[in-house]
Nanobody, 117 residues
Framework: QVQVVESGGGLVQPGGSLRLSCTVS????????AQWYRQCPGKQREFVAS???????DYIDSVQGRFTISIDNSKKTMYLQMNDLKPEDTAVYYC???????????WGQGTQVTVSS
């Protein structure tokens, strides 16, 4: 059974950095598309970033230049490096992995990121 486990959230001051990780287990399949989403209280979940196994990336405008998404398929782990964090980045962050030759998007459990002084 495929499982996706996130880690790396926490409390950070404005201007600080965090790296979120998301590890896929229970499969030998390659991560073909890595995605990160976030959800603020009272708001809908929004797309943050994605990266394909061929290297194509996409970012929401508000994080462009501050966040970097990456995939390490040797470890079946996806990362979201977040720099210059702002209070408006506070949210629960979710990763999602699409595996090669599979249609299902496998979701992590979510990790809280709080940016506050």
């Amino acid at each position: 059974q495929v499982q996706v486990v996130e880690s790396g959230g926490g409390l950070v001051q404005p201007g600080g950095s965090l790296r979120l990780s998301c590890t896929v287990s229970g499969t030998d399949s390659t991560v073909s598309i890595a995605q990160w989403y976030r959800q603020c209280p009272g708001k809908q979940r929004e797309f943050v970033a994605s990266k394909t196994m061929t290297g194509l990336t996409d970012y929401i405008d508000s994080v462009q230049g501050r966040f970097t998404i990456s995939i390490d398929n040797s470890k079946k782990t996806m990362y979201l490096q977040m720099n210059d964090l702002k209070p408006e980045d506070t949210a629960v962050y979710y990763c999602a992995a699409k595996l090669l030759f599979r249609e299902t998007n496998y979701w992590g459990q979510g990790t809280q990121v709080t940016v506050s002084s």
